[in-house]
C-alpha cells in the first residue's frame, strides 16, 4: 500500500526559504505526477504544484515565482521550496500522489485526473 | 483560473438526513477532472469521488456524484456519524483548484 511522508524543518524564518521532502512508499514512483497542497489554519486546500516522476513541473501561477519542485526518483522522493516566505504562508503542507487514469468505453478514451494518495501532513510556521 | 464556489458553507443536518452539497464552476469543467474530498479534523483530505460520478475505492455506495458543465453535486443518502465533516471539491484545468468547502455538522 503505498504510504507518503512529508518531513522537513516545522518552523521557518521570515523571507527565507521554506523547504520539504515527501517520500514515497510501499508502491511505484514512476509513471504518476505528484503534489504538493497547502492548508492555512482554519481555512482551505491550496493547490501548490506537481512534478511529473521525469521531472517536468506545472506551479499555480500565484505562487510561481517562488516554488521550485524537485524530483529525486533514486530516493522515492520529491521535494518542495517555496522562498522569501511570509507569515501568509504558515500552513499545513501535504503531498499526494496526482493520478491520471485512462479508461476505454466503446472505443473512446476518458481520462481521470484525482489525488488518490495523500500524506498526514506536517505543519509549518513562519515565524521569527 | 477557473474558481469553484461550493453552497452552502455549512449544512446542519441529523444522522440519517441526506445531504446534498453544490460546487459551482466559473466556466464548464471537464466531469473527468472533478473530484471530491473529505476532511476529518486533524487528517488529511480522503478521495470519494473522481470523474464527477466515480466512487474511490473503498468509499460506500451512500455518496454518490453527478453534474457536469458548471453545476456538480455530492449527494450522501444517509448521514452516518462518521460522514461529519468538511467536503471539497476539485478540479483540473490548467492550473488545479478547490473549491472553499462545505461543513457538514451534526444538528
Known amino acids: 500500500q503505498v504510504q507518503l511522508q512529508e518531513s522537513g524543518p516545522g518552523l521557518v524564518k521570515p523571507s527565507e526559504t521554506l523547504s520539504l521532502t515527501c517520500t514515497v512508499s510501499g508502491g511505484s514512483f514512476s509513471n504518476y505526477y505528484w503534489s504538493w497542497i497547502r492548508q492555512p489554519p482554519g481555512k482551505g486546500l491550496e493547490w501548490i504544484g506537481y512534478?511529473?516522476?521525469?521531472?517536468?513541473?506545472n506551479y499555480n501561477p500565484s505562487l510561481r515565482s517562488r516554488v521550485t519542485i524537485s524530483v529525486e526518483t533514486s530516493k522515492n522522493q520529491f521535494s518542495l521550496k517555496l522562498s522569501s516566505v511570509t507569515a501568509a504562508d504558515t500552513a499545513v503542507y501535504y503531498c499526494?500522489?496526482?493520478?491520471?487514469?485512462?479508461?476505454?468505453?466503446?472505443?473512446?478514451?476518458?481520462?481521470?485526473?484525482?489525488?488518490?494518495?495523500w500524506g498526514k501532513g506536517t505543519t509549518v510556521t513562519v515565524s521569527s | 483560473e477557473i474558481v469553484l464556489t461550493q453552497s452552502p458553507g455549512t449544512l446542519s443536518l441529523s444522522p440519517g438526513e441526506r445531504a446534498t452539497l453544490s460546487c459551482r464552476a466559473s466556466?464548464?469543467?471537464?466531469?473527468?477532472?472533478l473530484a471530491w474530498y473529505q476532511q476529518k479534523p486533524g487528517q488529511a483530505p480522503r478521495l470519494l469521488i473522481y470523474?464527477?460520478?466515480s466512487r474511490a475505492t473503498g468509499i460506500p455506495d451512500r455518496f454518490s456524484g453527478s453534474g457536469s458543465g458548471t453545476d456538480f453535486t455530492l449527494t450522501i443518502s444517509r448521514l452516518e456519524p462518521e460522514d461529519f465533516a468538511v467536503y471539497y471539491c476539485?478540479?483540473?484545468?490548467?492550473?488545479?483548484?478547490f473549491g472553499q468547502g462545505t461543513k457538514v455538522e451534526i444538528k
Open positions: 476539485q478540479q483540473y484545468g490548467s492550473s488545479t483548484t
Open positions: 470523474g464527477a460520478s
Open positions: 466556466q464548464s469543467v471537464s466531469s473527468s477532472y
Open positions: 499526494a500522489r496526482d493520478s491520471r487514469a485512462i479508461t476505454m468505453v466503446r472505443g473512446i478514451n476518458y481520462y481521470y485526473y484525482y489525488m488518490d494518495v
Open positions: 512534478i511529473f516522476y521525469s521531472g517536468s513541473t
